[in-house]
T-cell receptor
């Protein structure tokens, strides 16, 4: 059974700092890994999708990497802003469990002005 | 258009009521999903429809009844719910299996 862990559970940084969020998974048989952002009481906003054959994806100030063999992904946020404050979730879509996605518990980020 | 639209945004229902949640997408996605999310927890998968057929039911109680009338619509029919069913219900869609999933903004359900 796939298990997904996100570290840290919460993170508070001053505005302007670069930061890294971590996601680890136990089963490397995956189709892809997706990073989401969720604001309180809202739905999930897709940030980046990395296919199993890819090593990284970039969008603006965000960069996500994937090391499938070690079961790790990182989300790098450059020059953080107060508007980046949210919960960040990673979801791993497995290739051996009918394509279901397994979510981590998330990292709650607070960026202080 | 990368939007998944869910209605209503908020719903309060009694334990004897029958209500339905609706989800719509026009991205041509043939996989649609229902998730349940409790406060400060990740989404939990409930149902998956693939090409309008139910492909995954994660042992969800029968008081939740999904329906996929066509490739753009997904419903979740609710009957005789319990207070512990209060949660944020999220709909998502994707091309089956290996592409990006898009989520709606959710329906906040309160059972009284």
């Amino acid at each position: 059974k796939q298990e997904v862990t996100q570290i840290p559970a919460a993170l508070s940084v001053p505005e302007g700092e670069n930061l890294v969020l971590n996601c680890s998974f136990t089963d490397s048989a995956i189709y892809n890994l997706q990073w989401f952002r969720q604001d309180p009481g809202k739905g999930l906003t897709s940030l980046l999708l990395i296919q199993s054959s890819q090593r990284e994806q970039t969008s603006g100030r965000l960069n996500a990497s994937l090391d499938k063999s070690s079961g790790r992904s990182t989300l790098y946020i450059a020059a953080s802003q107060p508007g980046d404050s949210a919960t960040y979730l990673c979801a791993v879509r497995g290739s051996t469990n009918a394509g279901k996605s397994t979510f981590g518990d998330g990292t709650t980020l607070t960026v202080k002005p | 258009d990368t939007e998944v639209t869910q209605t209503p945004k908020h719903l309060v229902m009694g334990m004897t009521n029958k209500k339905s949640l609706k989800c719509e997408q026009h991205m041509g996605h043939r996989a649609m999903y229902w998730y349940k999310q409790k406060a400060k927890k990740p989404p939990e998968l409930m149902f998956v429809y693939s090409y309008e057929k139910l492909s995954i039911n994660e042992s969800v109680p029968s008081r939740f009844s999904p329906e996929c009338p066509n490739s753009s619509l997904l419903n979740l029919h609710l009957h005789a719910l319990q207070p512990e069913d209060s949660a944020l219900y999220l709909c998502a869609s994707s091309h089956p299996r290996d592409t990006e999933a898009f989520f709606g903004q959710g329906t906040r359900l309160t059972v009284v």
